[in-house]
């Protein structure tokens, strides 16, 4: 295993900035009739906030639970909110989400063919 000093990670933790983590859960109208189109558009927003740089990282949740997703936004916690708030699935209901402050490592990245 790689040794990682203690000066190593002083520089690397000065260079963290922050983020702001979105937790998207299902809520009580997730799976009534027309979710699924409400759900895509969302999807279709979530394509347009990548493209524009706002929505850094998206990552659907694939089992049954009350989480339907994590996503990582380049942007302060407030703006983040204004995005969520004018998201077709939270707007009609079926989804309702969290914002939290994180800091990462600008550049980090998902592993695969880029």
Known sequence: MTEITDEHMRTQLALTRG???????????????????????????????????LLSI???????GELCGVGIFDASVERTRELMDDDPGVRAGVFTYEVHPVRGFPGDALPGDA
Request: net charge neutral.
């Open 19 to 53: 983020y702001t983590v979105v937790l998207l859960k299902a809520a009580e109208g997730y799976g009534r009739p027309g979710a699924d189109a409400v759900g895509w558009e969302h999807g279709r927003r979530n394509f347009r906030l990548r493209a524009e740089g």
């Open 58 to 64: 998206v990552c659907p949740v694939a089992d049954d």
